[in-house]
């Protein structure tokens, strides 16, 4: 079963309206492949989600970068995902690494999160990774395996997952993975999916990778045959985002 490759900008908490329209008017202009090759989702902060949304070319979708657990109410400060439903926002990313490190998510609250944003009709980005200390402590396979039953513990269907494996020791550090680094876990990680959750799930299910992606070490990236994509923080607020979409062909 072919995975399309899927490009996501993860634009975090940065910039101002003035910011936020240059870069989708560079994202506009930018020569990329079809949408029969490459899925491309940039996720800005909510208060810009509309103004994203109405001004970005067709063929590029958004995400939010959070949402509630479950049916909104009085939570302060959060944002539930029948509101982003109904603004028509397509994607959410869930339990990145920022969030589960500063701001405590566990494993269960994403799994949970997943699950409520899934039920409500969203898609989900769904980020796992390990530190630099449980790498170095060789539990990398534990700690995203642990991430990942999490999630597959609370969901049914994964057509509408994209799991986003984000070494934590390479978000904003400059630092990437190898590429067999990176193809390690991928690999590892479908092995995970196809005897845990369904050889059909293992198959289908893209597994992308996140942490210091650049246009300088994309293609390399690209190549391994596990990894199906990239979530890009720092680099998608560049033109050379158009070129890490690129490296789809
Ligand atoms: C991220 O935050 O999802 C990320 C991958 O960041 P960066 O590309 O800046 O390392």
């Given at each position: 079963m072919g995975r399309k490759f899927f490009v996501g900008g993860n634009w975090k908490c940065n910039g101002t309206i003035e910011e936020v329209n240059k870069i989708v008017s560079t994202l506009n202009g930018g020569e990329v492949p079809s949408q029969d090759v490459v899925e491309v989702v940039v996720s800005p902060p909510f208060v810009f989600?509309?103004?994203?949304?109405?001004?970005?070319?067709?063929?590029?979708?958004?995400?939010?970068?959070?949402?509630?657990?479950?049916?909104?109410?009085?939570?302060?400060?959060?944002?539930?995902?029948?509101?982003?439903?109904?603004?028509?926002?397509?994607?959410?990313?869930?339990?990145?690494?920022?969030?589960?490190?500063?701001?405590?998510?566990?494993?269960?609250?994403?799994?949970?999160?997943?699950?409520?944003?899934?039920?409500?009709?969203?898609?989900?980005?769904?980020?796992?990774?390990?530190?630099?200390?449980?790498?170095?402590?060789?539990?990398?396979?534990?700690?995203?395996?642990?991430?990942?039953?999490?999630?597959?513990?609370?969901?049914?269907?994964?057509?509408?997952?994209?799991?986003?494996?984000?070494?934590?020791?390479?978000?904003?550090?400059?630092?990437?993975?190898?590429?067999?680094?990176?193809?390690?876990?991928?690999?590892?990680l479908r092995k995970w999916l196809q005897a845990n959750v369904s050889p059909d799930v293992a198959a289908s299910t893209r597994i992308i990778y996140g942490g210091s992606v650049t246009a300088a070490n994309c293609k390399e990236l690209a190549a391994q045959p596990d990894v199906d994509g990239f979530l890009v923080g720092g680099a998608s607020l560049k033109p050379e985002f158009i070129d890490i979409i690129k490296s789809a062909e």
């Amino acid at each position: 079963m072919g995975r399309k490759f899927f490009v996501g900008g993860n634009w975090k908490c940065n910039g101002t309206i003035e910011e936020v329209n240059k870069i989708v008017s560079t994202l506009n202009g930018g020569e990329v492949p079809s949408q029969d090759v490459v899925e491309v989702v940039v996720s800005p902060p909510f208060v810009f989600l509309p103004l994203v949304k109405s001004s970005l070319r067709p063929d590029f979708h958004v995400a939010a970068q959070n949402c509630w657990v479950n049916k909104g109410g009085a939570f302060t400060g959060e944002v539930s995902a029948e509101m982003l439903d109904n603004l028509s926002i397509p994607w959410v990313i869930i339990g990145h690494s920022e969030r589960r490190l500063i701001l405590k998510e566990s494993n269960e609250f994403v799994g949970d999160k997943v699950a409520y944003a899934l039920s409500q009709g969203l898609k989900v980005i769904a980020c796992i990774g390990e530190t630099l200390e449980q790498r170095e402590a060789g539990s990398t396979m534990e700690v995203v395996a642990a991430q990942t039953k999490a999630i597959a513990a609370k969901v049914s269907n994964w057509t509408d997952v994209v799991l986003a494996y984000e070494p934590v020791w390479a978000i904003g550090t400059g630092k990437v993975a190898t590429p067999a680094q990176a193809q390690e876990v991928h690999s590892e990680l479908r092995k995970w999916l196809q005897a845990n959750v369904s050889p059909d799930v293992a198959a289908s299910t893209r597994i992308i990778y996140g942490g210091s992606v650049t246009a300088a070490n994309c293609k390399e990236l690209a190549a391994q045959p596990d990894v199906d994509g990239f979530l890009v923080g720092g680099a998608s607020l560049k033109p050379e985002f158009i070129d890490i979409i690129k490296s789809a062909e």
